[in-house]
């Protein structure tokens, strides 16, 4: 059974820093794509970064460039989002995605993890 189990999220001030974590089981995911996307109240589930296999490339949105960085490290199957200089617009739900596929100019995931609430206050 596939697995993604986030962890990291929390509340903290605008300007500070949280590292997000995604722990990835029941196959391997070594050999795709995998991602983080968010999900604000009140409106659509959103990309925000993804990785290449190798950890090599890294695409994100643009409203974070700069700003966040996604990683992975395979030996252990999982992938980090570094977030920094948090802005209150990057609250959100934020869901670990793995065996990304492109679609035009976003992803679609085959697996989404259950998510980690992330608060950026004043």
């Known amino acids: 059974q596939v697995q993604l189990v986030e962890s990291g999220g929390g509340l903290v001030q605008a300007g500070g820093s949280l590292r997000l974590s995604c722990a990835a089981s029941g196959r391997d995911f070594n050999r795709t794509l995998m991602g983080w996307f968010r999900q604000a109240p009140g409106k659509e589930r959103e990309f925000v970064a993804a990785?290449?296999?190798?950890?090599?490339?890294?695409s994100y949105v643009d409203s974070v460039k700069g700003r966040f960085t996604i990683s992975r490290d395979n030996d252990k199957n999982m992938v980090y989002l570094e977030m920094n200089n948090l802005k209150p617009g990057d609250t959100a739900v934020y869901y670990c995605?793995?065996?990304?596929?492109?679609?035009?100019?976003?992803?679609?995931?085959?697996?989404w993890g259950q998510g980690t609430q992330v608060t950026v206050s004043l």
């Open positions: 995605a793995a065996d990304l596929r492109s679609t035009g100019n976003t992803y679609s995931p085959k697996y």
């Open positions: 990785t290449s296999w190798s950890g090599r490339q890294a």
